[in-house]
């Protein structure tokens, strides 16, 4: 299972951060006051460790929207990839799926190994470019589950109907963990008792 640890934030991809609501057991130095300041209550910070786990990133680059948002979406790339590379260092079984077609046109995916050679590929296939077209749907990501590993979903969209295929996708006795990048205007407002959410604001211009 996902193993928490509300220890000192070291920084780093290793670490994930969610934030949450303020109770009396939690520490002051947790608070997150520029959270707080938004919402109007109480905010602390909550951590993660990803150390010693067997991991399964699912990378969203599907940018459809009449607005493209390609910082965002970069900001996606920057996370998986970082992530990836930091976890296979430290050992950690990890695998990637990437809503972008492979050399045979099926969705591009490298189970979870603790090999380089999965490291390579992810490399060389988001190295190359790629137009819209050829990004599958999100939901082709969700067809390539892996059994007895954390999944990992990195997107930029988030409304309630993709928290529920979510939550869905993760399964009632799991947890998952969901990074959401966002420009400061349209911070999420999203809460899971099956997700860890994670929000990165992303500044632009």
Known sequence: GEKESRRKYLGGPLLFASIREYTMQDPMKTINWKA???????????YASLENERMMLYLDVEDRGIL???????????????????LLA?????????NLPNEEGKIFCCKPSRTKASQTMLERRLAREWEEKDV??????????????????ISRHFSE???????????????????I????KECPQVTSDRLSIVTREVDFG
């Not at 430290?90 to 990437?98: F, H, M, Q, R, S």
């Not at 589950?145 to 999944?151: E, K, L, R, V």
């Open 36 to 46: 707080s300041a938004r919402t109007g209550e109480l905010m602390v910070n909550t």
């Open 68 to 86: 493209k948002k390609e910082h965002l979406t970069e900001e996606c790339i920057s996370v998986a990839a970082t992530l990836f590379q930091k």
């Open 90 to 98: 430290k050992g950690t079984e990890v695998g990637i799926c990437v």
């Open 136 to 153: 599958l749907a999100f939901d082709k990501l969700l067809e390539c589950p892996f059994q007895n590993a954390i999944p990992v979903i």
């Open 161 to 179: 109907q993709r928290k529920q295929q979510l939550e869905s996708f993760v399964g009632p006795k799991a947890k998952g963990i969901w990074v």
């Open 181 to 184: 990048p966002y420009e400061r």
